[in-house]
């Protein structure tokens, strides 16, 4: 008995995991997301609920990962293909602000669909968690071998900025939580650039290097 190759089962994963997402997106806007079920974004994508729980542990997940899909991949690559010379903050910062600001005009719908419903506002602060670890490999491999702590700290510092820009894009000091509309507030790019700004320093002295040890006197 032969086996399918490991790239094609990839392949299928992922052709699964994208007509899901496109799915909920578009039952969502359709109808609502209080009125899209499981089972019908099953249905939709023309596979079984139990398949769909294999990918995604709600509907909300789901709609919002037609928004974030790759994102954090994107913003990886971005940053790996920066040349050397290009400072690792300069870098880091422009890759988050291309890929979070540029959504695509297919895709501003599905946000505005997300800052009018707090559980789909939710799974999208949420999603900023699934930077760390493509972000970590990307660091890792512009610093070289440092140590095993330095990359993984950082990206977590950078999703952790980029969640508190986005809560307070969606959620203004002073306001309130409520289950009603909520109006973003400011310019998502200067909030995303307002938090990373606090991380330049550690994200410089990182790429310096450790400090080398003093000389003998």
């Keep these: 008995m032969t086996t399918r190759p490991a790239g094609l089962r990839e392949r299928k994963k992922q052709a699964t995991r994208e007509a899901l997402r496109e799915a909920a997106l578009r039952l969502a806007l359709e109808r609502g997301p209080d ?30 990962a037609a928004v974030t899909a790759e994102q954090e991949a994107r913003v990886a690559a971005a940053v790996a293909a920066r040349p050397p010379g290009v400072r690792l903050a300069d870098a880091v910062i422009e890759a988050i602000l291309t890929q979070y600001t540029d959504p695509g005009e297919h895709r501003r719908g599905a946000l505005l669909l997300i800052t009018t419903h707090p559980a789909l506002r939710d799974a999208f602060l ?5 930077i760390s670890e493509p972000l970590a490999a990307a660091i890792a491999s512009r610093l070289g071998a440092l140590d095993t702590l330095t990359a993984p700290v950082l990206a977590a510092a950078v999703a952790a900025a980029i969640r508190v820009a986005l809560e307070q894009w969606l959620q203004p000091p002073g306001v309130p939580a409520t289950a009603g509309f909520v ?5 998502l790019p200067d909030l995303l650039r307002a938090a990373l700004t606090p991380l330049e320093p550690a994200l410089d002295a990182a790429e310096q290097g450790p400090p080398r040890p003093p000389g003998p006197q």
């Design 35 to 64: 009125n899209v079920r499981v089972e019908d974004i099953a249905e939709a994508a023309g596979v079984s609920p139990r398949t769909y729980n294999n990918y995604f542990s709600s509907r909300e997940q789901a709609i919002v």
């Design 183 to 187: 109006v973003a507030s400011g310019s």
């Design 126 to 130: 949420d999603a900023t968690s699934a």
